[in-house]
């Protein structure tokens, strides 16, 4: 059953930032945790390996409520260097899909509404927008705060392309988003290298050169801080293996997928997210779950085969007890819940009553 979600598709951006979390994220009830956390990720120890990814969680109150629900692995909005204005509202809108979401599908057209039903899945589209560093800095050390025992803050970021920007220019970008983020004292990093909202064509994380660039100067930043990179869907096996191949040895965790571009349309087959660049926009929720599990199953097993030692952060569909124990079998080290989370504030304690009571992660 949906309940009502934390972040209100309904209400602009800014209304959820100033006004959000809502519904039972917001009644003040925090869950209760015995004994201590078995898990370990990166570094933190964890009562449970599961959490909500980068982009609901929009600022430090959210990140609190999520961890009083037992959300332990969460991760802050991705920040930019500089304030960065959000798409138009609408931002989010259901489409109805009953199976997968496959390639064949996602090349053609998607309708979109805003009647949230299951099984969900929705488009978001919010332009990766961000406020100056002077604000987040000082907000993500107060989500660090809110972590209790057994749970972690990540903090993911992204570089920015400015008009007549080289390409070092936005290579250091991202090297600066990644040392003010550091700063903070984000105990793990995500640099997103997938966003399907930016109006490009071609996502950054195909392009495994550019890559390795960002990944090396990211690192020579941050020094011994593990840093994890936010991947899509590969479709073809060998470029893949090139991309684990080149940076597998360099960054210290693997998450996927982000979500899975769509040309998004209104009943009369209109655009319906207004405004340039937003005709084609990320998919996510139940329709995507069989992408996300195929990378977990693939990144696990090349990491086997060319002996490298990455975390495997599984996302994508993750709506019930169930998903969550597919993406464990598949080999996740640590799982998480965009579109399932923002809907079901009781999903992490459902996890954790279901994986006392089965063989699981
Ligand atoms: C409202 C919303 C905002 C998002 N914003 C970001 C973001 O800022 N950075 C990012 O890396 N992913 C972002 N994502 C993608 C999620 O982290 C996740 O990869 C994707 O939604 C698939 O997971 P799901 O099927 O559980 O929703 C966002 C997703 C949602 C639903």
Excluded at 100 to 126: C, H, M, W
Excluded at 286 to 299: E, N, P, T
Aim: aromatic share 8%; charged share 25%.
């Amino acid at each position: 059953m949906l309940e009502q979600p934390f972040y209100d598709p309904e209400r602009s951006y800014e209304e959820n930032f100033a006004e959000g979390p809502f519904g039972d994220f917001a009644d003040g009830v925090s869950v209760e945790r015995t004994g201590e956390p078995e898990h370990d990720f990166l570094g933190a120890p964890l009562f449970l390996p599961f959490g909500i990814p980068a982009g609901p969680l929009i600022n430090a109150r959210f990140v609190a409520a999520a961890f009083a629900k037992g959300f332990d692995v969460c991760t802050y909005k991705t920040v930019r260097t500089r304030s960065y204005p959000c798409h138009p509202h609408p931002n989010v809108l259901a489409v109805h899909l009953d199976g997968d979401l496959t390639p064949e599908l996602a090349a053609g057209s998607l309708v979109a509404d805003d009647s949230y039903r299951e099984p969900l899945s929705i488009t978001n589209s919010f332009g990766v927008p961000s406020k100056d560093p002077d604000f987040w800095q000082a907000d993500i050390a107060r989500a660090i705060e809110s972590a209790g025992k057994g749970q972690v803050l990540i903090g993911s970021f992204q570089g920015t392309k400015r008009e007549g920007g080289s390409v070092e220019d936005f290579i250091e970008d991202y090297a600066l988003a990644a040392r003010l983020v550091a700063e903070t004292g984000a105990p793990i990093l995500e640099a997103n290298l997938s966003c399907p909202n930016e109006g490009t064509a071609e996502l950054l994380c195909f392009d495994v050169e550019r890559v390795r660039q960002i990944c090396e100067r990211i690192k020579a930043e941050i020094g011994d801080r593990p840093l994890i990179i936010k991947l899509a869907h590969f479709a073809e096996e060998e470029h893949l293996v090139e991309l684990v191949k080149t940076v597998g040895g360099v960054v210290q965790g693997l998450a996927a997928i982000n979500t899975i571009p769509a040309r998004i349309v209104d009943e009369r087959g209109r655009q319906a997210l207004p405004g340039e660049g937003r005709a084609i926009s990320g998919v996510c929720g139940s329709s995507i779950k069989w992408a996300g599990l195929d990378m977990v199953h693939r990144l696990v097993g090349l990491r086997e085969k060319l002996q490298l030692e990455f975390a495997v952060i599984g996302v994508g569909g993750v709506m019930s007890a169930k998903d969550y124990q597919q993406y464990g079998q598949a080999g996740a080290d640590c799982v998480q819940s965009a579109t399932g989370a923002m809907w079901n504030p009781y999903l992490a304690q459902e996890i954790a009553e279901y994986s006392s009571t089965e063989d699981n992660i």
